[in-house]
């Protein structure tokens, strides 16, 4: 990753503008909020379901509701942020096209985009996953309460 950073910086680089800057190391929460404020796009390749919480914390962070989020087709987050550009990872001209498509999308498209994908991650919070949580454990709870109760009543009767 480092040696193809400094390759696409050393052609692509003017002055003191670099085109990739690569951070290998922590970063406290508001530092990358910051850094998702800033990004015109967010690309999530995962190639299994995974990332999920960066493709959240980018368009929670947009408060400007602007910038594009590509995910790969693989992430969980792809099924609830439909307005988010989604590729194959595997396919390069599909994603190459999506990163053009994101790096030309009209402010005005952004923010029609952002605003949904904003109501989905407001909505679908953690406290509304805890709360999912535990309505299905109940069910699975109530289910085995009855199958052992349908099980007792069986066998008091044979």
């Not at 003017?14 to 990004?39: D, K, W």
């Not at 053009?100 to 005005?108: D, E, G, K, N």
């Not at 509304?128 to 052992?148: H, I, P, Y």
Request: net charge positive; with cysteine; charged share 25%.
């Amino acid at each position: 990753m480092e040696a193809l950073t400094a390759t696409i910086n050393a052609r692509w680089s003017e002055g003191s503008y670099r085109p990739i800057v690569l951070l290998r190391s922590h970063h406290e929460p508001v530092n990358v909020f910051r850094y998702y404020r800033a990004a015109n796009l967010c690309y999530v390749s995962s190639l299994h379901d995974g990332m999920n919480l960066v493709a959240k914390e980018f368009v929670a962070a947009r408060d400007d509701e602007q910038g594009v989020l590509v995910l790969s087709q693989f992430t969980g987050a792809a099924r609830d942020l439909t307005e988010a550009l989604v590729v194959n990872p595997y396919d390069f001209r599909q994603a190459s096209e999506a990163l053009a498509t994101a790096l030309q999308m009209s402010s005005s498209e952004q923010r029609e985009r952002m605003h949904s994908m904003r109501r989905v991650v407001a909505e679908f919070n953690v406290y509304r996953w805890a709360g999912r949580m535990l309505v299905d454990a109940a069910e699975v709870r109530r289910k085995d309460r009855l199958t052992g109760r349908f099980t007792a009543s069986r066998e008091s009767h044979a």
